[in-house]
């Protein structure tokens, strides 16, 4: 392993299963740690999911690459006492353990905190759970379309409109956002061991993310305001910030959040100067006020044209990420100066 990795010399235990445990390991190892992923003797069961609705079908385990690469693998049958004896000696040299197993569970197996932290007092330990460490439902198991999505509200409040039912999550879309949030943890523990010599247990849950995620909603309603669902796209509160359909059947977000600045120049872009001498929409108190008016008006325009006539970047966002246009100079500076990206030196 090069040293110039940030994380070179780092050494992880990966216990976690799933999705938002690993991703944080997985992160780790991006960036040079030796991250050693602990199996069942069965696999982890994420690497034996297969297709369903929804999900796209490939010959290459897609989902295992995005959140198990750069790591390897040890199978240990943790319910016996040789295999815990394994996984005991591998914490004496570790620099953190990563687990998302129930905490009976846990408990059964010998590898919670209290249980791991006499054997390395460098250690740091982070958790993930479902709901939190404490309180009546620490021990309740979940995944993020349950414990993220729907518990926080999000479910409700994402929806296109008040009468729509809630909208469903898509997979790994609350676990890898979390993941990261566990990964700040221990990267925060770490720098805080370089500075006391002691580890110490960091932890996250799906649920506490999903707050995060909706921090905004829940703060409001902390405050004594009525949090309502958004209304639909035909009575939008600004229909400069709104979904609207083009002539090649695609959808595209308008989403203009300086009126007196952005007006004239949309008016150009869909050949309709003469909206400027309209007193519904000529100013920005007036665009609002008349928004269920300016939605149908800037639909039947923009029905006429392909959206590659109106927007930026015409192409779904799985050609941007294809073409690199979002990976480009997403690189680190070593201590030599130069520019690295993760996996250049391997």
Request: with cysteine; net charge positive; glycine share 8%.
């Amino acid at each position: 392993m090069s040293d110039n990795f940030l994380l070179a010399g780092v050494r992880v235990i990966d216990a976690a299963n799933f999705i938002a445990g690993p991703v944080a390991t997985t992160i780790m190892a991006d960036l040079g740690a030796d991250v050693i992923k602990i199996e069942s003797p069965d696999g982890d069961p994420y690497r034996h999911r297969t297709g369903g609705p929804g999900v796209a079908e490939s010959p290459y385990n897609y989902r295992w690459i995005v959140d198990n690469r750069t790591k390897r693998g040890l199978a240990l049958d943790l319910r016996e006492a040789a295999g815990r004896a394994v996984l005991q000696r591998l914490v004496e040299r570790a620099d953190v353990f990563v687990t998302n197993a129930p905490l009976d569970s846990r408990a059964r197996l010998g590898v919670r905190w209290e249980d791991l932290a006499p054997l390395n007092p460098r250690l740091i330990y982070a958790s993930m759970t479902a709901y939190g460490e404490h309180g009546e439902e620490a021990g309740r198991t979940g995944f993020d379309a349950t414990a993220l999505w729907a518990r926080t509200g999000l479910m409700d409040l994402a929806k296109p409109s008040p009468d729509s039912p809630p909208a469903r999550s898509l997979p790994g879309m609350g676990d890898h956002p979390t993941g990261v949030s566990l990964f700040a943890a221990i990267m925060t523990a770490l720098y805080r061991r370089s500075q006391t010599g002691r580890g110490t247990m960091v932890s996250t849950s799906l649920m506490a993310n999903g707050v995060w995620w909706n921090a905004i909603q829940i703060q409001a309603a902390l405050c004594g305001a009525r949090v309502e669902a958004r209304p639909p796209r035909e009575e939008p509160a600004s229909a400069l910030a709104n979904l609207y359909r083009c002539a090649d059947g695609r959808w595209f977000l308008l989403n203009l959040l300086n009126d007196d600045r952005d007006w004239p120049p949309l008016l150009h872009a869909i050949e309709r100067p003469d909206l400027a001498a309209d007193a519904r929409f000529a100013t920005t108190p007036a665009r609002r006020a008349n928004a269920r008016a300016l939605v149908p008006v800037l639909g039947r325009r923009l029905r006429r044209q392909a959206v590659a006539r109106v927007a930026r970047h015409p192409e779904p966002p799985q050609a941007h990420v294809r073409r690199g246009r979002h990976r480009r100079g997403r690189a680190y500076r070593s201590a030599d100066g130069r520019q690295r990206r993760p996996g250049a030196d391997r």
